[in-house]
């Protein structure tokens, strides 16, 4: 069973920084890609970010040039760097895995980040 742990979210003021973290419980490599969502109250669940089994990476534009998505394959694990926070980024934010090999989809618990002005 695959399982995806995150953490890493929290509360901080605007301009300031938060690193999510998501470990799986499996090879991380093997995963044709890795993103984190991120999901506002009354709003539906939005791609912030994604990253490739070889490295490339995309972002949602209104996070461009402040966030940084990585990962550690010796750690199995997708980090998002958001710097520059602003009160629009604050959501539930979710790693998201999907594995080609199954077409299996595969999420984490959410974690709370939470920007004040």
């Known amino acids: 069973q695959v399982q995806l742990v995150t953490s890493g979210g929290g509360l901080v003021q605007s301009g300031g920084s938060l690193r999510l973290s998501c470990t799986v419980s499996?090879?991380?490599?093997?995963?044709?890609?890795m993103d984190w969502y991120r999901q506002a109250p009354g709003k539906q669940r939005d791609l912030v970010a994604s990253i490739t089994s070889g490295g490339s990476t995309n972002y949602a534009d209104s996070v461009k040039g402040r966030f940084t998505i990585s990962r550690d394959n010796a750690k199995n694990t997708v980090y998002l760097q958001m710097n520059s926070l602003k009160p629009e980024d604050t959501a539930v934010y979710y790693c998201h895995a999907f594995r080609i090999a199954t077409m299996q989809h595969y999420w984490g618990r959410g974690t709370q980040v939470t920007v004040s002005s």
């Open positions: 499996g090879r991380i490599q093997s995963f044709a890609t």
